[in-house]
């Protein structure tokens, strides 16, 4: 996939103030289902916030709100002079949860660390491809698999990761989603049972919440961890009411149905902030949006008719009638609020005669092609299809016919990235460690073709 018709969006969530101070229970109105619960094989926000941002933990953490690195299941570390070995003290009498359909029988230790990295480094056969499709999409973008040369347990509470080379973010990269920690005894006893497949499905992690019941595309239900050994949850039990469409989270959080939602649509958020029961929560995005090309199908490993197709898109009516003025148009695959941004590349001009004029020159006549737009709101997309009718409208006035798809979004990030895939698909990027090269390498690194690129 190419990176193209970049457009970069805000972060904004709606809270409830007027819920009860005493109240035992959150309900948040997430925008979408998980692709499932062991965030390993996955790359999307929906499927982290639902996974390993409750259940799970890391060697390292972020500091809430900041991109600084913290310890988490390691309480110390030490790096090489040379930068390529990192030796993690993990903590002691951490506990993994208890459930329904686990038990542990002792507490996290070195294992469950090398288990969790070992497998997505393909050292576990048994573990390589433990559902029909899943990969560890994430692990190889990040060329985790190529920079990772060793994986040792000195001790019950001592590993040792030796680099082939060195690498500044790989710290900020142990404490992003991908790397939570999983538990090895589960995993044993599931591979056992002849039920791995179940590990994505009902998921044992240390985090502050245990999974208790998930109904596809409707709510899923966690309750406290009152073992973490962190701080403490504030509320008991943590309630996900999936609802993809932005009004109607609007509206049950208005109704007191749920406490907090994300992405509202634009033009609701002057609305949302009059409402005075309602806080508002904004900040400028770690995020891109972007058009997807995949360029080992024709025409688009042509770069004029990728050129061509960028030129046609009229970004800045995009931004005024989909983001209500709440965005900026992209010249950079990565956000000006991040370190390394080039203000000084030039932005892709809107020039439709200039588009007709290269697609003349590419040899493409009648091009007709599928424009994939995603099914959910992100903090970089509050609404593609909108964005696909209008970019439609604008392919339409160069000459080329569009057919717009959508389909589930899981179902969308898998069908999106297959080397096959026809047309362009609309997608984006929210950084997870504060570092260009979550970015750079993920969305266009060779290791990620396939993947996320």
């Given at each position: 996939m190419?990176?193209?018709t970049?457009?970069?969006?805000?972060?904004v969530l709606?809270?409830?103030?007027?819920w009860?101070v005493m109240a035992?229970?959150?309900?948040?109105?997430?925008?979408?289902s998980?692709?499932?619960?062991?965030?390993?094989p996955?790359?999307s926000?929906?499927?982290?916030?639902?996974?390993?941002r409750?259940?799970?933990?890391?060697?390292?953490?972020?500091?809430?709100?900041?991109?600084?690195?913290?310890?988490?299941l390691?309480e110390?570390?030490?790096?090489?002079?040379?930068?390529?070995?990192y030796?993690?003290?993990?903590?002691?009498?951490?506990?993994?949860?208890?459930?329904?359909?686990?038990t542990p029988?002792?507490?996290?230790?070195?294992?469950?660390?090398?288990?969790?990295f070992l497998r997505?480094?393909?050292?576990?056969?048994a573990?390589?491809e433990?559902?029909?499709?899943?990969?560890?999409?994430?692990?190889?973008?990040?060329?985790?698999?190529?920079?990772?040369?060793?994986?040792?347990?000195?001790?019950?509470?001592?590993?040792?990761?030796?680099?082939?080379r060195?690498e500044?973010?790989?710290?900020?990269?142990?404490a992003?989603?991908?790397?939570?920690?999983v538990s090895?005894?589960?995993?044993a006893?599931?591979?056992?049972?002849?039920?791995?497949e179940?590990?994505?499905?009902?998921?044992?992690g240390t985090?502050p919440f245990v999974?208790?019941?998930?109904?596809?595309?409707?709510?899923?239900?966690y309750?406290?961890?009152?073992?973490?050994?962190?701080?403490k949850?504030?509320?008991?039990n943590?309630?996900?009411?999936?609802t993809?469409?932005a009004?109607?989270r609007?509206q049950?959080?208005i109704?007191?149905e749920?406490?907090?939602?994300?992405?509202?649509?634009?033009?609701?958020?002057?609305n949302?902030?009059?409402d005075?029961?309602?806080?508002?929560?904004?900040?400028?995005?770690?995020?891109?949006?972007?058009?997807?090309f995949n360029?080992?199908?024709?025409?688009?490993?042509n770069?004029?008719v990728?050129?061509?197709?960028?030129?046609?898109?009229?970004?800045?009516?995009?931004?005024e009638a989909v983001?209500?003025g709440g965005?900026?148009?992209?010249?950079?695959?990565?956000?000006?609020?991040?370190?390394?941004?080039?203000?000084a590349?030039?932005?892709?001009?809107y020039?439709?005669?200039g588009?007709k004029?290269?697609?003349?020159k590419?040899?493409?006549?009648?091009?007709?092609?599928?424009?994939?737009?995603?099914?959910?709101s992100?903090?970089?997309?509050?609404?593609a299809?909108?964005?696909?009718?209008?970019?439609?409208?604008?392919?339409d006035?160069?000459g080329?016919?569009?057919?717009?798809?959508?389909?589930?979004?899981?179902?969308?990030?898998?069908?999106?990235?297959?080397?096959?895939?026809?047309?362009?698909?609309?997608?984006?990027?929210?950084?997870?460690?504060?570092?260009?090269?979550?970015?750079m390498?993920?969305?266009?690194?060779?290791?990620a073709?396939?993947?996320?690129?």
């Amino acid at each position: 996939m190419k990176l193209s018709t970049k457009l970069i969006f805000g972060t904004v969530l709606a809270v409830a103030l007027s819920w009860p101070v005493m109240a035992k229970n959150l309900v948040y109105c997430s925008e979408g289902s998980p692709e499932g619960f062991d965030p390993a094989p996955y790359t999307s926000g929906t499927s982290f916030d639902a996974s390993s941002r409750p259940i799970y933990s890391r060697l390292v953490e972020f500091k809430k709100g900041t991109t600084e690195i913290v310890p988490g299941l390691a309480e110390s570390w030490e790096v090489s002079a040379d930068g390529k070995e990192y030796v993690f003290h993990l903590r002691k009498g951490v506990k993994f949860h208890t459930t329904g359909y686990f038990t542990p029988t002792r507490e996290f230790n070195a294992e469950d660390v090398m288990f969790s990295f070992l497998r997505q480094q393909g050292a576990i056969e048994a573990w390589k491809e433990y559902t029909p499709g899943i990969e560890y999409e994430y692990y190889k973008s990040m060329d985790m698999h190529n920079l990772i040369s060793k994986i040792e347990k000195v001790d019950d509470y001592t590993v040792k990761m030796t680099l082939i080379r060195p690498e500044s973010p790989f710290l900020a990269n142990l404490a992003m989603d991908f790397a939570s920690v999983v538990s090895e005894e589960y995993a044993a006893n599931l591979e056992k049972a002849g039920k791995k497949e179940q590990f994505n499905l009902q998921p044992v992690g240390t985090g502050p919440f245990v999974f208790v019941d998930y109904q596809k595309d409707a709510v899923i239900r966690y309750k406290k961890f009152d073992g973490y050994f962190g701080e403490k949850a504030k509320v008991d039990n943590l309630i996900f009411s999936i609802t993809q469409d932005a009004s109607v989270r609007g509206q049950k959080l208005i109704k007191g149905e749920c406490q907090i939602m994300p992405y509202p649509v634009p033009a609701d958020v002057k609305n949302l902030k009059a409402d005075a029961n309602l806080q508002v929560m904004e900040g400028a995005g770690l995020n891109v949006a972007y058009v997807a090309f995949n360029t080992l199908v024709a025409p688009y490993d042509n770069v004029d008719v990728r050129r061509a197709l960028n030129m046609a898109v009229n970004k800045k009516a995009i931004i005024e009638a989909v983001f209500e003025g709440g965005g900026m148009v992209a010249k950079n695959p990565i956000p000006p609020t991040m370190w390394s941004y080039n203000d000084a590349v030039p932005e892709d001009k809107y020039d439709p005669e200039g588009a007709k004029a290269l697609l003349e020159k590419a040899g493409v006549k009648d091009l007709s092609l599928k424009l994939w737009a995603m099914p959910v709101s992100r903090p970089y997309m509050p609404n593609a299809r909108r964005t696909a009718e209008m970019m439609q409208a604008d392919f339409d006035k160069i000459g080329v016919k569009t057919e717009i798809v959508s389909m589930e979004w899981g179902e969308y990030l898998k069908r999106a990235a297959e080397k096959t895939r026809d047309g362009i698909a609309i997608l984006g990027w929210t950084g997870d460690n504060g570092d260009p090269d979550n970015f750079m390498r993920v969305l266009l690194g060779c290791a990620a073709v396939g993947g996320s690129n």
